[in-house]
């Protein structure tokens, strides 16, 4: 399978198969799109000879991967529910607004421990492990967060492993004490703001309904200072209110912010979900965005925009890429209960509750419909171009949208394949200014 597309003057082929991308003239787009009208011969023959030599080394309509995916009985990962609750009123939060649906409250130390205990025991050979803190905002249950992190470094190296932490936050209980402990502790940092002032304090509110921004910013900021060469994202999220997002993307890097991520709203909010009708500015303003990344990359003045980077020579191994997400499989999410679900947006859905920490196992019928979910489960994929990069997408996106976590959701994939369209964009005019 090969995509043809254009952007701007540019015209591109990505052949699947061997995950090549290739500019080239319009003569060649409108040859491979089967358009040939308008086309001399001279100009036929020519493009003919060129695709035939692109065929040969293996770089144009090469078979697609026969690949397996890897799963494994091992866990790899937990996300970490140490507060359902938060200290903010997000109106598009998914987790309603930290409490899950449920009564608010925080994970107990007990809890946290076996969560930590239950990682090492199932993770088998594995020797690097990983456990995200979430929430609700998980710097509620800050001693908790500690506790764990020690005891956790401390278990895994009895054990020969090494645990990797991740804390996700809003940033407003940033002080110099959690600063300073999130910036030691932490292999990375998520840090939650929309963008722009008016788009952020319109849906990320506090509890008296007041917006955040003003409470967060300058929080965020020092952070990001201290935290200096290792891992962080600011990340926010765009709804049908603020489809003019670049705007809040170049707000985050002109606030200092060299790693961002700005990600789609997943609600049924109708004010703001985002719906078939918006895709068509959605994909304008990627495009916008786009242009204004390079610009600034070309001046000098680079930053990191998570959705516009993808590895189409060195990236994951196939295998890898076909075996679509972990969740509930090699990485769960445990609630303050010690309850074990697939992953956070899972979390409290009794039916994927997949079994309890305390009890020490995991439901079997449950993790092996996750176990076999992979790229090759998921139908619609077959004939997108994007599979091999996004690889099926998000199972809980795709069942909270259509009932089914192998059937992804067209809304998501539409946003997704223009995405890999500027990323594969931006890949080739980096190429041609290292020429």
């Given at each position: 399978?090969k995509?043809?597309?254009?952007?701007?003057?540019?015209?591109?082929?990505?052949?699947?198969?061997?995950?090549?991308?290739?500019?080239?003239?319009?003569?060649?787009?409108?040859?491979?799109?089967?358009?040939?009208?308008?086309?001399?011969?001279?100009?036929?023959?020519?493009?003919?000879?060129d695709?035939?030599?692109?065929?040969?080394?293996?770089?144009?309509?090469?078979?697609?991967?026969?690949?397996?995916?890897?799963?494994?009985?091992k866990?790899?990962?937990?996300?970490l529910?140490?507060?359902?609750?938060?200290?903010?009123?997000?109106?598009?939060?998914?987790?309603?607004?930290?409490?899950?649906?449920?009564?608010?409250?925080?994970?107990?130390?007990?809890?946290?421990?076996?969560?930590?205990?239950?990682?090492?025991?199932?993770?088998?050979?594995?020797?690097?492990?990983?456990?995200?803190?979430?929430?609700?905002?998980?710097?509620?249950?800050?001693?908790?967060?500690?506790?764990?992190?020690?005891?956790?470094?401390?278990?895994?190296?009895?054990?020969?492993?090494?645990?990797?932490?991740?804390?996700?936050?809003?940033?407003?209980l940033?002080?110099?004490?959690?600063?300073?402990?999130?910036?030691?502790?932490?292999?990375?940092?998520?840090?939650?703001?929309?963008?722009?002032?008016?788009?952020?304090?319109?849906?990320?509110?506090?509890?008296?309904?007041?917006?955040?921004?003003?409470?967060?910013?300058?929080?965020?900021?020092?952070?990001?200072?201290?935290?200096?060469?290792?891992?962080?994202?600011v990340?926010?999220?765009?709804?049908?209110?603020?489809?003019?997002?670049?705007?809040?993307?170049?707000?985050?890097?002109?606030?200092?912010?060299?790693?961002?991520?700005?990600?789609?709203?997943?609600?049924?909010?109708?004010?703001?979900?985002?719906?078939?009708?918006?895709?068509?500015?959605?994909?304008?303003?990627?495009?916008?965005?786009?242009?204004?990344?390079?610009?600034?990359?070309?001046?000098?003045?680079?930053?990191?925009?998570?959705?516009?980077?993808?590895?189409?020579?060195?990236?994951?191994?196939?295998?890898?890429?076909?075996?679509?997400?972990?969740?509930?499989?090699?990485?769960?999410?445990v609630?303050?209960?010690?309850?074990?679900?697939?992953?956070?947006?899972?979390?409290?859905?009794?039916?994927?509750?997949?079994?309890?920490?305390?009890?020490?196992?995991?439901?079997?019928?449950?993790?092996?419909?996750?176990?076999?979910?992979?790229?090759?489960?998921?139908?619609?994929?077959?004939?997108?171009?994007?599979?091999?990069?996004?690889?099926?997408?998000?199972?809980?996106?795709?069942?909270?949208?259509?009932?089914?976590?192998?059937?992804?959701?067209?809304?998501?994939?539409?946003?997704?394949?223009?995405?890999?369209?500027?990323?594969?964009?931006?890949?080739?005019?980096?190429?041609?200014r290292?020429?």
């Amino acid at each position: 399978m090969k995509h043809v597309f254009r952007y701007h003057d540019k015209h591109y082929v990505y052949d699947v198969g061997s995950g090549s991308l290739h500019e080239c003239d319009e003569a060649t787009a409108k040859l491979l799109k089967g358009e040939p009208d308008g086309l001399t011969e001279e100009e036929r023959q020519k493009t003919l000879s060129d695709l035939a030599a692109l065929r040969a080394e293996g770089l144009l309509d090469a078979p697609e991967t026969s690949a397996r995916p890897i799963k494994s009985d091992k866990v790899k990962a937990l996300c970490l529910h140490v507060s359902h609750d938060c200290n903010l009123r997000c109106k598009y939060c998914f987790a309603d607004e930290g409490a899950y649906h449920a009564q608010r409250e925080v994970m107990s130390w007990e809890t946290a421990k076996a969560a930590i205990d239950f990682l090492i025991r199932k993770s088998g050979n594995r020797k690097v492990l990983e456990v995200d803190f979430f929430g609700g905002e998980p710097l509620m249950n800050f001693d908790v967060v500690k506790k764990a992190v020690y005891y956790g470094k401390e278990e895994a190296r009895k054990a020969g492993k090494r645990i990797l932490f991740t804390t996700t936050t809003n940033g407003l209980l940033l002080d110099d004490e959690t600063i300073a402990f999130l910036n030691e502790e932490m292999e990375n940092v998520v840090l939650s703001i929309d963008g722009r002032k008016e788009v952020h304090d319109a849906v990320r509110k506090t509890v008296n309904g007041k917006g955040s921004f003003d409470a967060v910013i300058e929080k965020i900021k020092k952070f990001v200072a201290v935290r200096g060469d290792k891992h962080y994202y600011v990340r926010g999220t765009f709804t049908a209110k603020n489809l003019d997002f670049a705007e809040d993307v170049l707000f985050l890097a002109d606030s200092g912010f060299d790693s961002i991520s700005l990600e789609p709203v997943v609600t049924e909010i109708p004010e703001l979900q985002i719906k078939e009708e918006h895709l068509p500015a959605i994909e304008a303003e990627y495009e916008r965005l786009c242009d204004a990344f390079l610009e600034r990359e070309r001046a000098g003045k680079p930053f990191s925009f998570f959705h516009f980077h993808i590895d189409l020579e060195g990236g994951p191994c196939l295998e890898k890429r076909v075996s679509a997400c972990g969740a509930g499989n090699e990485y769960f999410s445990v609630v303050p209960s010690g309850d074990i679900y697939p992953c956070h947006q899972f979390a409290g859905e009794k039916e994927f509750l997949m079994g309890n920490v305390f009890a020490g196992e995991i439901d079997p019928a449950l993790r092996k419909k996750f176990a076999e979910s992979c790229l090759f489960t998921r139908e619609t994929c077959k004939d997108c171009f994007a599979k091999f990069i996004c690889s099926g997408g998000c199972s809980a996106n795709n069942y909270h949208f259509t009932g089914d976590i192998n059937e992804p959701y067209p809304i998501t994939c539409a946003m997704m394949r223009k995405r890999a369209e500027c990323a594969m964009h931006v890949l080739a005019d980096r190429k041609s200014r290292e020429n």
